[in-house]
Protein backbone atom coordinates (compact mmCIF):
# COMPACT_ATOMS: atom_id res chain seq x y z
CA UNK A 1 0.00 0.00 0.00
CA UNK A 2 1.59 3.21 -1.09
CA UNK A 3 2.25 5.73 1.58
CA UNK A 4 -1.21 8.28 2.46
CA UNK A 5 -0.88 11.81 0.61
CA UNK A 6 -3.22 14.37 2.44
CA UNK A 7 -5.17 15.86 0.49
CA UNK A 8 -5.48 19.62 0.16
CA UNK A 9 -7.92 21.50 2.34
CA UNK A 10 -10.95 22.65 0.86
CA UNK A 11 -13.68 24.62 1.82
CA UNK A 12 -17.24 23.63 2.04
CA UNK A 13 -18.58 21.62 -1.01
CA UNK A 14 -20.54 24.69 -2.19
CA UNK A 15 -19.17 27.99 -0.33
CA UNK A 16 -21.78 30.24 -2.68
CA UNK A 17 -25.44 28.90 -4.45
CA UNK A 18 -24.80 27.33 -7.81
CA UNK A 19 -26.21 25.07 -10.10
CA UNK A 20 -24.94 22.17 -12.48
CA UNK A 21 -26.08 19.66 -14.93
CA UNK A 22 -25.92 15.81 -14.74
CA UNK A 23 -24.86 13.73 -17.60
CA UNK A 24 -22.80 11.17 -17.91
CA UNK A 25 -19.93 11.25 -20.67
CA UNK A 26 -21.45 8.01 -22.37
CA UNK A 27 -24.45 10.22 -22.75
CA UNK A 28 -22.46 12.67 -24.87
CA UNK A 29 -22.87 12.11 -28.57
CA UNK A 30 -19.63 10.99 -29.31
CA UNK A 31 -19.46 9.37 -25.76
CA UNK A 32 -16.05 9.65 -25.10
CA UNK A 33 -13.79 12.93 -23.18
CA UNK A 34 -13.11 14.17 -26.62
CA UNK A 35 -14.57 17.70 -28.43
CA UNK A 36 -18.03 16.94 -27.82
CA UNK A 37 -17.14 17.53 -23.88
CA UNK A 38 -15.18 20.24 -24.50
CA UNK A 39 -18.68 21.70 -26.30
CA UNK A 40 -20.91 20.36 -23.35
CA UNK A 41 -18.44 22.51 -20.83
CA UNK A 42 -18.93 25.60 -23.26
CA UNK A 43 -22.83 24.75 -23.00
CA UNK A 44 -22.71 24.49 -19.27
CA UNK A 45 -20.55 27.57 -18.89
CA UNK A 46 -22.37 29.97 -21.51
CA UNK A 47 -25.99 28.49 -19.44
CA UNK A 48 -24.56 29.97 -16.18
CA UNK A 49 -24.31 26.51 -14.57
CA UNK A 50 -20.72 25.70 -12.40
CA UNK A 51 -20.60 22.08 -12.15
CA UNK A 52 -21.32 18.95 -13.97
CA UNK A 53 -22.09 15.89 -12.75
CA UNK A 54 -21.61 12.72 -13.74
CA UNK A 55 -21.61 8.91 -12.86
CA UNK A 56 -18.61 6.66 -11.93
CA UNK A 57 -16.25 6.69 -14.71
CA UNK A 58 -14.58 3.39 -13.64
CA UNK A 59 -15.00 0.07 -16.63
CA UNK A 60 -18.16 -1.06 -16.15
CA UNK A 61 -20.22 -4.40 -16.05
CA UNK A 62 -21.45 -6.19 -19.59
CA UNK A 63 -24.63 -4.26 -19.18
CA UNK A 64 -22.28 -0.96 -18.96
CA UNK A 65 -23.56 -0.14 -15.19
CA UNK A 66 -21.28 2.35 -13.78
CA UNK A 67 -22.37 1.18 -10.54
CA UNK A 68 -20.66 -2.17 -10.89
CA UNK A 69 -17.23 -1.90 -11.84
CA UNK A 70 -14.76 -3.92 -12.74
CA UNK A 71 -12.73 -2.00 -10.91
CA UNK A 72 -13.11 1.20 -8.07
CA UNK A 73 -10.16 2.93 -9.13
CA UNK A 74 -9.57 2.24 -12.77
CA UNK A 75 -11.26 4.79 -15.58
CA UNK A 76 -12.70 3.60 -18.14
CA UNK A 77 -10.98 3.48 -21.71
CA UNK A 78 -13.91 3.33 -23.94
CA UNK A 79 -13.88 7.22 -22.84
CA UNK A 80 -10.58 8.11 -24.99
CA UNK A 81 -11.40 10.16 -27.72
CA UNK A 82 -9.62 8.75 -30.89
CA UNK A 83 -10.00 12.81 -31.99
CA UNK A 84 -7.79 13.39 -28.77
CA UNK A 85 -5.35 10.42 -29.58
CA UNK A 86 -4.91 11.77 -33.12
CA UNK A 87 -3.87 15.04 -32.39
CA UNK A 88 -1.14 13.84 -29.79
CA UNK A 89 0.52 11.91 -32.60
CA UNK A 90 -0.30 8.81 -30.98
CA UNK A 91 -3.22 6.88 -33.18
CA UNK A 92 -3.18 6.85 -37.04
CA UNK A 93 -6.55 6.97 -39.15
CA UNK A 94 -6.13 3.83 -40.04
CA UNK A 95 -5.66 2.43 -36.68
CA UNK A 96 -7.97 0.59 -34.75
CA UNK A 97 -10.56 3.50 -33.04
CA UNK A 98 -11.77 1.44 -29.97
CA UNK A 99 -11.07 -1.87 -27.94
CA UNK A 100 -7.97 -3.60 -26.47
CA UNK A 101 -6.28 -3.27 -30.61
CA UNK A 102 -6.66 0.82 -29.88
CA UNK A 103 -4.97 0.59 -26.74
CA UNK A 104 -2.01 -1.56 -28.16
CA UNK A 105 -1.96 1.13 -31.37
CA UNK A 106 -1.87 4.34 -28.81
CA UNK A 107 0.77 2.66 -27.41
CA UNK A 108 2.96 1.75 -30.17
CA UNK A 109 2.13 5.31 -31.77
CA UNK A 110 3.14 7.07 -28.19
CA UNK A 111 6.51 4.71 -28.04
CA UNK A 112 7.14 6.76 -31.35
CA UNK A 113 5.70 10.16 -31.40
CA UNK A 114 6.41 10.51 -27.82
CA UNK A 115 7.08 14.83 -27.32
CA UNK A 116 10.06 16.03 -24.31
CA UNK A 117 9.06 14.66 -20.95
CA UNK A 118 6.01 12.62 -22.05
CA UNK A 119 8.26 9.29 -21.50
CA UNK A 120 9.19 10.50 -17.79
CA UNK A 121 5.43 11.86 -17.35
CA UNK A 122 4.23 7.55 -17.83
CA UNK A 123 7.16 6.26 -15.78
CA UNK A 124 5.52 8.77 -13.26
CA UNK A 125 2.48 7.81 -13.60
CA UNK A 126 3.29 3.73 -13.40
CA UNK A 127 5.16 4.49 -10.23
CA UNK A 128 2.71 6.71 -8.23
CA UNK A 129 -0.04 4.45 -8.66
CA UNK A 130 1.19 1.24 -8.67
CA UNK A 131 -0.49 0.01 -5.57
CA UNK A 132 -3.46 -0.55 -8.12
CA UNK A 133 -2.49 -0.38 -11.25
CA UNK A 134 -0.28 -3.36 -10.78
CA UNK A 135 -3.42 -5.33 -9.42
CA UNK A 136 -5.75 -4.28 -11.86
CA UNK A 137 -3.64 -4.81 -15.12
CA UNK A 138 -2.82 -8.44 -14.41
CA UNK A 139 -6.33 -8.96 -13.54
CA UNK A 140 -8.25 -7.58 -16.97
CA UNK A 141 -5.17 -9.61 -18.68
CA UNK A 142 -6.06 -12.63 -16.79
CA UNK A 143 -9.58 -12.15 -17.04
CA UNK A 144 -8.73 -11.99 -21.03
CA UNK A 145 -7.43 -15.06 -21.27
CA UNK A 146 -9.95 -17.18 -19.18
CA UNK A 147 -13.01 -16.44 -21.75
CA UNK A 148 -13.94 -12.85 -19.17
CA UNK A 149 -15.07 -15.38 -16.41
CA UNK A 150 -15.08 -14.41 -13.08
CA UNK A 151 -12.33 -14.83 -11.07
CA UNK A 152 -13.87 -17.44 -8.99
CA UNK A 153 -13.91 -19.66 -12.09
CA UNK A 154 -10.36 -18.98 -12.60
CA UNK A 155 -7.99 -22.12 -11.59
CA UNK A 156 -7.48 -22.05 -7.98
CA UNK A 157 -3.93 -20.71 -8.28
CA UNK A 158 -4.62 -17.54 -10.05
CA UNK A 159 -8.14 -17.33 -7.77
CA UNK A 160 -6.62 -17.34 -4.57
CA UNK A 161 -3.34 -15.45 -5.70
CA UNK A 162 -0.28 -18.28 -5.54
CA UNK A 163 2.25 -16.14 -5.83
CA UNK A 164 4.13 -18.56 -8.54
CA UNK A 165 0.73 -18.35 -10.36
CA UNK A 166 0.50 -14.65 -10.78
CA UNK A 167 4.41 -14.05 -11.85
CA UNK A 168 4.01 -16.57 -14.25
CA UNK A 169 0.54 -14.70 -15.61
CA UNK A 170 2.51 -11.79 -15.79
CA UNK A 171 5.36 -12.87 -17.70
CA UNK A 172 2.54 -14.62 -19.98
CA UNK A 173 0.53 -11.70 -20.54
CA UNK A 174 3.11 -8.72 -20.61
CA UNK A 175 1.75 -7.57 -23.60
CA UNK A 176 -1.48 -7.06 -22.68
CA UNK A 177 -0.59 -5.89 -19.55
CA UNK A 178 1.74 -2.85 -21.24
CA UNK A 179 -1.36 -1.83 -22.99
CA UNK A 180 -3.89 -1.91 -19.87
CA UNK A 181 -1.60 0.05 -18.04
CA UNK A 182 -0.67 2.55 -20.95
CA UNK A 183 -4.61 2.84 -21.20
CA UNK A 184 -5.05 3.87 -17.81
CA UNK A 185 -1.86 6.23 -18.24
CA UNK A 186 -4.28 8.05 -21.50
CA UNK A 187 -7.03 8.09 -20.22
CA UNK A 188 -6.55 9.58 -17.32
CA UNK A 189 -4.35 12.62 -19.27
CA UNK A 190 -7.48 13.12 -21.32
CA UNK A 191 -9.27 13.45 -18.23
CA UNK A 192 -7.05 16.36 -16.41
CA UNK A 193 -6.80 17.78 -19.58
CA UNK A 194 -10.54 17.96 -19.51
CA UNK A 195 -10.67 19.08 -15.98
CA UNK A 196 -8.36 21.64 -16.91
CA UNK A 197 -10.27 22.76 -19.54
CA UNK A 198 -13.43 22.87 -16.89
CA UNK A 199 -11.75 24.87 -14.36
CA UNK A 200 -10.64 27.37 -17.23
CA UNK A 201 -14.00 28.10 -17.78
CA UNK A 202 -14.80 27.96 -14.15
CA UNK A 203 -16.85 24.69 -13.73
CA UNK A 204 -16.29 22.17 -11.11
CA UNK A 205 -16.51 18.47 -12.07
CA UNK A 206 -18.28 16.21 -9.47
CA UNK A 207 -18.01 12.87 -9.25
CA UNK A 208 -19.72 9.54 -7.74
CA UNK A 209 -18.35 6.79 -5.50
CA UNK A 210 -20.79 3.78 -5.41
CA UNK A 211 -20.78 2.59 -1.68
CA UNK A 212 -20.23 -0.81 -2.85
CA UNK A 213 -18.36 -2.75 -5.11
CA UNK A 214 -18.37 -5.60 -7.88
CA UNK A 215 -18.22 -9.02 -6.54
CA UNK A 216 -16.27 -9.57 -10.30
CA UNK A 217 -13.82 -7.02 -9.80
CA UNK A 218 -9.96 -6.60 -8.77
CA UNK A 219 -10.94 -4.80 -5.78
CA UNK A 220 -12.47 -8.23 -4.35
CA UNK A 221 -10.36 -10.48 -5.71
CA UNK A 222 -6.55 -8.66 -4.51
CA UNK A 223 -8.71 -8.00 -1.04
CA UNK A 224 -10.53 -11.20 -0.13
CA UNK A 225 -9.79 -10.38 3.92
CA UNK A 226 -11.66 -7.02 3.53
CA UNK A 227 -14.83 -8.66 1.90
CA UNK A 228 -17.35 -11.57 3.72
CA UNK A 229 -16.74 -14.83 1.27
CA UNK A 230 -16.48 -17.72 1.49
CA UNK A 231 -13.17 -20.53 0.92
CA UNK A 232 -14.14 -20.50 -3.07
CA UNK A 233 -13.96 -16.59 -3.09
CA UNK A 234 -18.14 -16.74 -3.37
CA UNK A 235 -20.15 -14.24 -0.88
CA UNK A 236 -21.89 -15.60 2.13
CA UNK A 237 -24.20 -12.71 2.29
CA UNK A 238 -24.84 -9.63 -0.14
CA UNK A 239 -26.02 -5.70 -0.60
CA UNK A 240 -29.39 -4.75 -1.29
CA UNK A 241 -32.38 -2.70 -0.07
CA UNK A 242 -35.88 -3.80 1.56
CA UNK A 243 -38.42 -2.48 -0.22
CA UNK A 244 -38.97 1.08 -0.74
CA UNK A 245 -40.21 3.66 -3.51
CA UNK A 246 -38.74 1.96 -6.69
CA UNK A 247 -39.30 -1.54 -5.37
CA UNK A 248 -42.07 -3.42 -3.75
CA UNK A 249 -39.26 -6.29 -3.07
CA UNK A 250 -36.56 -4.11 -2.38
CA UNK A 251 -33.44 -4.92 -4.58
CA UNK A 252 -31.19 -7.74 -4.35
CA UNK A 253 -27.65 -5.75 -5.43
CA UNK A 254 -25.73 -8.84 -4.94
CA UNK A 255 -22.65 -7.08 -4.06
CA UNK A 256 -20.14 -8.78 -1.32
CA UNK A 257 -20.72 -7.00 1.62
CA UNK A 258 -17.30 -5.59 3.57
CA UNK A 259 -15.70 -7.30 6.44
CA UNK A 260 -15.92 -3.97 8.63
CA UNK A 261 -13.94 -4.94 11.51
CA UNK A 262 -10.89 -6.29 9.08
CA UNK A 263 -11.34 -2.90 7.89
CA UNK A 264 -11.27 -0.90 10.88
CA UNK A 265 -7.85 -2.97 12.31
CA UNK A 266 -6.45 -1.69 9.04
CA UNK A 267 -7.45 1.53 9.65
CA UNK A 268 -9.65 2.22 6.75
CA UNK A 269 -6.63 1.94 4.46
CA UNK A 270 -8.53 0.51 1.58
CA UNK A 271 -11.15 3.46 1.95
CA UNK A 272 -8.54 5.83 2.31
CA UNK A 273 -6.80 4.94 -1.11
CA UNK A 274 -10.33 4.90 -2.83
CA UNK A 275 -11.19 8.69 -1.63
CA UNK A 276 -7.93 9.89 -2.20
CA UNK A 277 -8.21 8.28 -5.74
CA UNK A 278 -11.48 10.22 -6.45
CA UNK A 279 -10.44 13.34 -4.63
CA UNK A 280 -7.52 13.38 -7.42
CA UNK A 281 -9.91 13.21 -10.32
CA UNK A 282 -13.00 15.32 -9.21
CA UNK A 283 -13.70 18.65 -7.23
CA UNK A 284 -16.44 17.31 -5.47
CA UNK A 285 -17.38 13.77 -4.90
CA UNK A 286 -20.75 11.71 -3.86
CA UNK A 287 -21.10 9.06 -1.65
CA UNK A 288 -24.03 6.43 -3.50
CA UNK A 289 -26.20 5.10 -0.32
CA UNK A 290 -24.92 6.99 2.35
CA UNK A 291 -27.22 5.45 4.90
CA UNK A 292 -25.07 2.11 4.32
CA UNK A 293 -22.20 3.50 6.45
CA UNK A 294 -24.64 3.75 9.67
CA UNK A 295 -26.76 0.53 8.83
CA UNK A 296 -26.46 -1.90 6.06
CA UNK A 297 -29.16 -4.26 4.62
CA UNK A 298 -27.78 -7.71 4.80
CA UNK A 299 -29.34 -10.63 2.66
CA UNK A 300 -27.95 -14.29 2.91
CA UNK A 301 -26.71 -15.14 -0.50
CA UNK A 302 -29.32 -18.18 -1.16
CA UNK A 303 -31.58 -15.73 -0.60
CA UNK A 304 -33.28 -14.85 -4.21
CA UNK A 305 -35.27 -11.37 -3.15
CA UNK A 306 -34.11 -8.50 -0.61
CA UNK A 307 -37.23 -9.07 1.23
CA UNK A 308 -35.79 -11.29 4.17
CA UNK A 309 -32.44 -9.02 5.21
CA UNK A 310 -32.00 -7.73 7.60
CA UNK A 311 -30.60 -4.33 9.19
CA UNK A 312 -26.96 -4.37 10.37
CA UNK A 313 -24.45 -1.84 12.08
CA UNK A 314 -21.38 -0.36 10.15
CA UNK A 315 -18.82 1.72 11.67
CA UNK A 316 -19.56 5.16 9.72
CA UNK A 317 -18.12 7.52 12.60
CA UNK A 318 -14.93 5.80 12.87
CA UNK A 319 -14.65 5.60 9.05
CA UNK A 320 -15.55 9.18 8.84
CA UNK A 321 -13.25 10.42 11.60
CA UNK A 322 -10.35 8.68 10.06
CA UNK A 323 -10.77 10.17 6.40
CA UNK A 324 -11.19 13.41 8.28
CA UNK A 325 -7.90 12.99 9.48
CA UNK A 326 -6.30 11.39 7.19
CA UNK A 327 -7.40 13.55 4.12
CA UNK A 328 -8.61 16.91 5.71
CA UNK A 329 -12.26 18.55 5.04
CA UNK A 330 -13.54 16.42 2.29
CA UNK A 331 -15.82 17.75 -0.10
CA UNK A 332 -18.42 14.62 -0.15
CA UNK A 333 -22.47 15.16 -0.86
CA UNK A 334 -24.21 12.14 1.13
CA UNK A 335 -26.69 10.47 -0.96
CA UNK A 336 -29.32 10.58 1.87
CA UNK A 337 -32.63 9.04 -0.33
CA UNK A 338 -34.15 5.96 0.88
CA UNK A 339 -35.18 4.57 4.56
CA UNK A 340 -33.46 7.31 6.46
CA UNK A 341 -33.40 7.04 10.24
CA UNK A 342 -31.99 10.06 12.40
CA UNK A 343 -28.75 8.15 13.32
CA UNK A 344 -27.95 8.55 9.79
CA UNK A 345 -29.24 12.43 9.84
CA UNK A 346 -26.61 12.68 12.97
CA UNK A 347 -23.99 10.64 10.75
CA UNK A 348 -24.22 13.39 8.22
CA UNK A 349 -24.65 16.38 9.93
CA UNK A 350 -21.54 15.18 12.31
CA UNK A 351 -19.50 15.99 9.54
CA UNK A 352 -20.92 18.83 7.48
CA UNK A 353 -22.30 16.76 4.51
CA UNK A 354 -24.74 18.30 2.12
CA UNK A 355 -27.51 16.18 1.79
CA UNK A 356 -29.88 15.29 -1.33
CA UNK A 357 -33.76 16.32 -1.97
CA UNK A 358 -35.68 14.84 -4.99
CA UNK A 359 -38.52 17.21 -6.49
CA UNK A 360 -39.95 14.20 -7.98
CA UNK A 361 -40.56 12.53 -4.35
CA UNK A 362 -42.16 15.22 -2.76
CA UNK A 363 -45.82 14.61 -4.19
CA UNK A 364 -47.71 12.68 -1.87
CA UNK A 365 -50.44 15.64 -0.46
CA UNK A 366 -48.31 15.92 2.88
CA UNK A 367 -47.21 19.50 3.56
CA UNK A 368 -44.78 18.26 5.82
CA UNK A 369 -42.63 15.59 3.00
CA UNK A 370 -38.91 16.30 3.37
CA UNK A 371 -38.40 16.50 -0.62
CA UNK A 372 -41.24 19.76 -0.84
CA UNK A 373 -38.82 22.74 -1.25
CA UNK A 374 -40.74 24.65 1.68
CA UNK A 375 -39.06 22.15 3.79
CA UNK A 376 -35.39 21.60 2.88
CA UNK A 377 -31.89 23.00 4.36
CA UNK A 378 -29.53 25.26 3.00
CA UNK A 379 -26.82 22.84 2.81
CA UNK A 380 -28.97 20.28 0.66
CA UNK A 381 -28.45 19.11 -2.80
CA UNK A 382 -31.85 19.37 -4.72
CA UNK A 383 -32.44 17.31 -7.99
CA UNK A 384 -35.53 17.70 -10.39
CA UNK A 385 -34.76 13.75 -10.53
CA UNK A 386 -31.97 11.87 -10.53
CA UNK A 387 -30.71 8.95 -13.02
CA UNK A 388 -32.39 6.20 -11.24
CA UNK A 389 -36.07 8.52 -11.99
CA UNK A 390 -38.07 8.73 -14.83
CA UNK A 391 -37.18 11.83 -16.35
CA UNK A 392 -39.35 14.96 -15.36
CA UNK A 393 -41.84 14.96 -18.27
CA UNK A 394 -42.04 11.56 -18.25
CA UNK A 395 -43.14 11.40 -14.68
CA UNK A 396 -45.66 14.21 -14.69
CA UNK A 397 -47.36 12.71 -17.79
CA UNK A 398 -47.16 9.26 -15.84
CA UNK A 399 -49.44 11.07 -13.00
CA UNK A 400 -53.32 10.62 -12.97
CA UNK A 401 -55.15 13.86 -13.11
CA UNK A 402 -54.81 14.01 -8.86
CA UNK A 403 -51.42 13.57 -9.05
CA UNK A 404 -50.96 16.21 -11.61
CA UNK A 405 -53.42 18.52 -10.05
CA UNK A 406 -51.56 18.25 -6.69
CA UNK A 407 -48.04 19.04 -8.73
CA UNK A 408 -49.72 22.18 -10.06
CA UNK A 409 -51.54 23.62 -7.34
CA UNK A 410 -47.94 23.30 -5.09
CA UNK A 411 -45.41 24.88 -8.16
CA UNK A 412 -48.22 27.46 -9.18
CA UNK A 413 -48.09 26.44 -12.66
CA UNK A 414 -49.24 29.21 -14.77
CA UNK A 415 -49.50 27.40 -18.47
CA UNK A 416 -45.79 26.52 -17.91
CA UNK A 417 -45.22 23.37 -19.92
CA UNK A 418 -43.64 20.59 -17.73
CA UNK A 419 -40.46 20.49 -16.81
CA UNK A 420 -39.61 23.50 -16.39
CA UNK A 421 -42.45 24.83 -13.33
CA UNK A 422 -39.81 21.61 -11.70
CA UNK A 423 -36.67 22.98 -12.92
CA UNK A 424 -37.41 26.38 -11.64
CA UNK A 425 -38.46 25.49 -8.17
CA UNK A 426 -34.99 23.19 -8.12
CA UNK A 427 -33.48 26.87 -8.88
CA UNK A 428 -35.38 29.01 -6.86
CA UNK A 429 -35.07 26.95 -4.07
CA UNK A 430 -33.17 27.65 -0.64
CA UNK A 431 -30.46 24.97 -1.64
CA UNK A 432 -27.00 25.97 -2.17
CA UNK A 433 -27.02 23.46 -5.17
CA UNK A 434 -29.36 22.74 -7.87
CA UNK A 435 -28.61 19.86 -10.33
CA UNK A 436 -30.65 19.11 -13.00
CA UNK A 437 -30.36 16.58 -15.58
CA UNK A 438 -29.49 17.07 -19.23
CA UNK A 439 -32.66 15.13 -20.19
CA UNK A 440 -35.11 17.46 -18.64
CA UNK A 441 -33.54 20.71 -19.91
CA UNK A 442 -34.36 18.96 -23.31
CA UNK A 443 -37.83 18.47 -21.89
CA UNK A 444 -37.37 14.81 -22.89
CA UNK A 445 -39.54 12.21 -22.29
CA UNK A 446 -39.72 8.55 -20.74
CA UNK A 447 -37.78 7.46 -23.38
CA UNK A 448 -34.50 9.34 -22.39
CA UNK A 449 -34.75 7.44 -18.64
CA UNK A 450 -31.19 6.48 -18.11
CA UNK A 451 -32.03 3.62 -15.43
CA UNK A 452 -34.87 1.35 -13.76
CA UNK A 453 -34.14 0.50 -10.67
CA UNK A 454 -33.84 -3.31 -10.28
CA UNK A 455 -34.46 -4.28 -13.73
CA UNK A 456 -31.10 -5.87 -15.65
CA UNK A 457 -31.33 -4.65 -19.40
CA UNK A 458 -31.83 -1.97 -21.51
CA UNK A 459 -30.22 1.14 -19.09
CA UNK A 460 -27.19 3.26 -19.10
CA UNK A 461 -27.64 3.88 -22.88
CA UNK A 462 -29.15 6.93 -23.68
CA UNK A 463 -27.29 9.76 -25.58
CA UNK A 464 -28.70 13.01 -26.58
CA UNK A 465 -27.58 14.89 -29.99
CA UNK A 466 -26.51 18.69 -30.36
CA UNK A 467 -29.44 19.25 -32.66
CA UNK A 468 -31.59 18.52 -29.42
CA UNK A 469 -30.69 21.63 -28.16
CA UNK A 470 -32.64 24.40 -28.87
CA UNK A 471 -30.78 27.42 -30.17
CA UNK A 472 -32.00 29.68 -27.35
CA UNK A 473 -31.88 27.48 -24.23
CA UNK A 474 -28.30 28.39 -22.75
CA UNK A 475 -29.51 32.11 -22.57
CA UNK A 476 -32.86 31.25 -21.02
CA UNK A 477 -31.32 28.75 -18.48
CA UNK A 478 -28.51 31.78 -17.90
CA UNK A 479 -31.36 33.85 -17.06
CA UNK A 480 -32.94 32.01 -14.85
CA UNK A 481 -29.97 31.38 -13.24
CA UNK A 482 -29.40 35.02 -12.59
CA UNK A 483 -32.90 35.38 -11.54
CA UNK A 484 -32.41 32.98 -8.50
CA UNK A 485 -28.39 33.92 -7.54
CA UNK A 486 -27.06 30.84 -9.20
CA UNK A 487 -24.31 32.35 -10.98
CA UNK A 488 -20.60 32.41 -9.56
Known amino acids: MATMKKAKKTAKPFAKRCAGILLHPSSLPNADFGPDAYHFIDFLSSAGFSLWQVLPLNPPDAENSPYIARAA ?79 QQWPKALRDRDSKALAKAADDHIEHIDDIKFGQFAIDRQWRALRDYAHSRDVKLFGDVPIFVALDSVDVWANRDNFLLDKTGMPTVVAGVPPDYFSKTGQRWGNPLYNWPKMEEQGFRWWLSRLQRQLDLFDIVRIDHFRGFEAYWEIDASEESAINGRWVKAPGDALFKTLKKELGAIPLVAEDLGLITKEVHQLRKRYKLPGMRILQFGFDGKPDNPYLPHNYEHDTV ?21 GKQLVNHYLGCDGESMPWPVIRAALSCVAQLAVIPMQDLLALGTDARMNVPGVMKGNWVWKFDWHQVPDDLAAKLHEMNRCYGRLL
Not at 100 to 119: I, K, P
Request: glycine share 8%; charged share 20%; aromatic share 14%.
Open 382 to 402: VYSGTHDNDTTFGWYHSLDEG
Open 73 to 151: LALHTEFLSPHVLREWGWLTETDPQHGDAMLHAVRTGFAANAHDGDAERYQQFLTSNAAWLDDYALFEAIKAAQSDKSW
